[in-house]
């Protein structure tokens, strides 16, 4: 028993792992990426411009600001077109039906569509960052091992997104699933001052208490995204700690095991006929 346990075990990380293989080559050839890949290094050479109009002494803060919006936006922006798109071509193209009739359970098409992203997604963000810190170099610019904590914790956020627009993707179609995920995004870049709100003494919610339960299940549901920025603590020079780095992978890890799990049941009552 044991033995047929290891034995699909393993045939199932097979399937996943060749699933993932197929749709890392798929978003390389993918036009949208490729396009979203020089405009995002373009954002970065277009940072030395914006560095060398600063005020003096004000040059590598920019870069480094700057560059750190880039990496964190056009990733979010991937993530999300990807996430859009990959699954939905999949359907669209009819090639799943090539695959579900076929020895491959539904939660593998799932796990190798999102293990696929995050393949493409690691490799835009090391392009990205190598490039970026390159320019830093160029410039004179400190590279810290705080800039690279950073970038994990971008990273982090990256990968969370990406779970989003793949548990949207699961039951809808690319524009919706594009606009609900970036939603997501937004509110979760701002969470936060839902939350100070509801503490609050006075304001939208003590002015209009009937909203109260909406702005608590949006604190709860919605991840708070301000977690994995570490840009201000580069700026500023304050050291990020290994123990916040472990907090926010556990709390990132979270939030994208239940995602995977709604993905994977959202997408076992499609229908496809």
Not at 48 to 62: D, E, K, M, P
Request: charged share 15%; net charge positive; proline share 3%.
């Amino acid at each position: 028993m044991k033995r047929r346990r290891s034995g699909a075990w393993r045939f199932t990380a097979l399937r996943v792992a060749a699933l993932a293989g197929n749709t890392f080559k798929e978003a390389v050839r993918n036009r949208a990426f490729i396009g979203l890949m020089f405009l995002a290094g373009a954002f970065l050479a277009f940072s030395l411009v914006l560095s060398s109009l600063a005020v003096t002494g004000q040059g590598n803060r920019v870069l480094l600001d700057f560059g750190f919006f880039s990496i964190s936006l056009f990733g979010v922006l991937i993530a999300i077109v990807m996430g859009a798109i990959l699954l939905h071509k999949e359907i669209d193209k009819k090639t799943i039906f090539t695959i579900i009739p076929k020895p491959v359970h539904r939660f593998e098409v799932v796990l190798g569509k999102y293990f696929g992203m995050l393949a493409i997604l690691i490799v835009e963000v090391g392009v990205l960052s190598v490039l970026w810190l390159g320019l830093l170099w160029l410039k004179g610019a400190p590279v810290t091992p705080e800039i690279g904590k950073a970038l994990l914790l971008i990273f982090l956020e990256i990968v969370l997104i990406t779970a989003v627009a793949l548990m949207f993707s699961s039951f809808s179609r690319p524009v919706l699933t594009g606009i609900l995920a970036t939603g997501v995004f937004i509110v979760g870049r701002v969470v936060y001052l839902v939350g100070e709100m509801l503490t609050a003494r006075g304001g939208l919610f003590v002015d209009h208490p009937g909203l109260r339960p909406f702005g608590e299940a949006v604190v709860r549901v919605v991840p708070d995204l301000r977690v994995f920025d570490g840009s201000q603590e580069v700026l500023l020079e304050i050291p990020i700690r290994g123990s916040y780095l472990v907090s926010a992978t556990g709390y990132c890890m979270s939030y994208v095991l239940v995602l995977l799990a709604l993905s994977v049941l959202l997408f076992q009552r499609r229908d496809f006929t």
